[in-house]
Nanobody, 127 residues
Framework: EVQLVESGGGLVQAGGSLRLSCAAS????????MGWFRQAPGKEREWVST????????YYADSVKGRFAISSDSAKRTVYLQMNSLKPEDTAVYYC????????????????????WGQGTQVTVSS
C-alpha cells in the first residue's frame, strides 16, 4: 500500500520560510513524479510544483516561481518543498501527490494525473 505523509506545515509570518516534507512508501520511487498541490479555504485545489525523481526536472506554478524550491532524496524516499518569502496568499492546506504517469505524459500540473495523495499539512502565513 502506497502512503504519502506530509509534515512541516505551521504558522509563519509573511516573508518567512517553511520546508515541507513528504515521505513516500513507494517501492519504485525513482519511477515517479512527485507533486505538491494546495487548497485555500473556499478555493479549488491548485498545482504548486512537481519534480521528476529520475532526472530532477522541476516545474513550478507562476505564483511560486522564484520563491519555492522542490527537491527529493531517493535514499529517504522523501520530497521537499522549500518555501521562502511566504505571503498571506500562500495560506492553504498543502498536499503531496505521486504519479507514475506524468514522467511520460508531461501533464505534471494536472491533478487527475496523480494516483496517490497525502493527507495534507496546513500552512498559515500571517500578515
Amino acid at each position: 500500500e502506497v502512503q504519502l505523509v506530509e509534515s512541516g506545515g505551521g504558522l509563519v509570518q509573511a516573508g518567512g520560510s517553511l520546508r515541507l516534507s513528504c515521505a513516500a512508501s513507494i517501492g519504485s520511487f525513482d519511477d515517479y513524479g512527485m507533486g505538491w498541490f494546495r487548497q485555500a479555504p473556499g478555493k479549488e485545489r491548485e498545482w504548486v510544483s512537481t519534480i521528476i525523481i529520475s532526472d530532477a526536472r522541476a516545474y513550478y506554478a507562476d505564483s511560486v516561481k522564484g520563491r519555492f524550491a522542490i527537491s527529493s532524496d531517493s535514499a529517504k524516499r522523501t520530497v521537499y518543498l522549500q518555501m521562502n518569502s511566504l505571503k498571506p496568499e500562500d495560506t492553504a492546506v498543502y498536499y503531496c501527490a505521486a504519479s507514475p504517469w506524468i514522467v511520460s505524459s508531461g501533464a505534471y500540473y494536472q491533478e487527475t494525473e496523480y494516483e496517490y495523495w497525502g493527507q495534507g499539512t496546513q500552512v498559515t502565513v500571517s500578515s
